[in-house]
């Protein structure tokens, strides 16, 4: 009887919610590739789920032949080694949990899973999915096994910035120094509610998948530029510290300052990576040279660029500039067509600009260069979703058509 009731009830199903995170201090360079270990530790804003998040429903059955895994609605393959190696860790830590013996309560770790996972966000975006989506797998299955114990660890065999999605706020990677990558997990720095006034604007210039995958770009710098040696020997250790800093003070300038500088390190090791990696376009040293010269203008830090692998910028920037610089950018990059879907998540006031910030600022416009502006901010770290109408698979454990 308890068997019939299990199969009318359908699979356990937990589903999830995680953010994106954006590195202030950047991770480029494993030491480790199978652990996903890195060169040095890195520090990231994770960004408010309202606006950018993965959802991911894991759901484990004995009805389940196979593992089955679908991404935005379409089936993807369970087999990616990183996917397995997520799913291997969370069963090992479920079984250790339990001591070995099979909890007759617990959900067996036999089954096969269903995952399903979806972003709000267009994956082709260049806004690290990867992140979210280990963060939100590790999450959900988490959920489904009944964990509860530190798991960044483990969303780190992921994706290495995954692991820090796995808090809000602002958050550290710490390298850690161990060969089997126990001590490589993330930390709570802050947390989102530490400061209230910080905005983050994405300027998303394209949806064009980038040319070099970080995976492979990474491994090619480590391997053939000195510059990012001495980053993460000699640089990076200061700023890390440095920024923790600024953080906890809620120094805007200096915040600011390090983020382009390490941005622009960044990005200046992809160009010593030998044959040299390009991520940003035309268009992006537009956007850090307009961020420039509306700073020396207003003769502080208002705005600040940080730039991953990809040509989208995020701009830094206390609430009370948002309107004006998104007049700037408004001006200097004039939409196309999509005027009223320009700037997209948390409201933004309209600002008016002074003929002479106008005329020192905005130089030659470029009109429909930026596809669109997401507003956001600071946010929490990954959400368990209660309500079940809100699981992705069905109590057939497969996907609901999305209507």
């Known amino acids: 009887a308890a068997a019939a009731m299990a199969a009318e009830r359908g699979p356990a199903m937990a589903t999830c919610t995680a953010p994106v995170n954006i590195a202030v201090i950047k991770y480029w360079g494993k030491r480790d590739t199978d652990l996903i270990l890195p060169i040095n530790s890195s520090l990231s804003v994770t960004l408010h789920q309202d606006q950018l998040k993965t959802t991911t429903t894991a759901a484990a059955s004995r009805d389940f032949t196979e593992d089955r895994l679908w991404l935005n609605g379409k089936e993807a393959d369970v087999g990616h080694p990183r996917v397995q190696a997520c799913l291997r860790e969370v069963r090992r830590l479920a079984r250790k949990r339990r001591g070995g013996g099979e909890d007759t309560a617990a959900l067996s770790l036999s089954y096969k899973i269903h995952i399903a996972s979806e972003n709000n966000f267009p994956t082709a975006a260049g806004l690290a999915s990867s992140a979210a989506g280990y963060a939100c797998l590790v999450s959900a299955l988490a959920r489904l096994y009944g964990l509860e114990e530190e798991l960044s660890e483990v969303a780190r065999r992921g994706s290495g910035s995954a692991c820090r999605s796995m808090f809000g706020g602002f958050v550290q990677w710490q390298r850690g120094e161990r060969p089997d990558g126990t001590d490589s997990l993330a930390l709570q720095v802050a947390p989102e509610t530490h400061w209230p006034e910080l905005r983050v604007l994405v300027l998303v210039v394209s949806g064009e998948k980038k040319p070099v995958g970080s995976t492979v770009g990474m491994q090619t710098s480590v391997e053939t530029s000195p510059l990012l040696k001495h980053r993460a020997e000699a640089v990076v250790p200061e700023r890390l510290a440095q920024m923790m800093r600024h953080i906890q003070e809620r120094d805007f300038e200096g915040f600011g300052q390090l983020a382009m500088r390490d941005s622009n390190q960044f990005h200046a090791t992809c160009l010593d990576t030998f044959p040299p990696i390009f991520y940003l376009t035309d268009l992006s040293r537009q956007i850090i040279a307009l961020a420039h010269r509306y700073n020396a203008h207003h003769g502080h830090t208002k705005v600040a660029y940080t730039f991953d692998a990809g040509p989208n910028a995020v701009i830094f920037a206390l609430a009370d500039t948002v309107a004006e610089f998104v007049e700037v950018v408004r001006r200097s990059f004039p939409p196309a067509t999509n005027g009223d879907q320009f700037v997209r998540g948390l409201p933004v006031g309209s600002?008016?600009?002074?003929?002479?910030?106008?005329?020192?600022?905005?130089?030659?416009?470029?009109?429909?260069?930026?596809?669109?502006?997401?507003?956001?901010?600071?946010?929490?770290?990954?959400?368990?979703?209660?309500?079940?109408?809100?699981?992705?698979?069905?109590?057939?454990?497969?996907?609901?058509?999305?209507?």
């Open 351 to 403: 600002a008016a600009l002074s003929q002479e910030l106008a005329a020192a600022v905005v130089t030659e416009p470029v009109p429909g260069a930026v596809q669109y502006i997401l507003h956001t901010k600071p946010g929490p770290g990954p959400q368990l979703v209660d309500d079940p109408s809100q699981h992705l698979l069905g109590a057939d454990g497969l996907p609901r058509s999305r209507a």
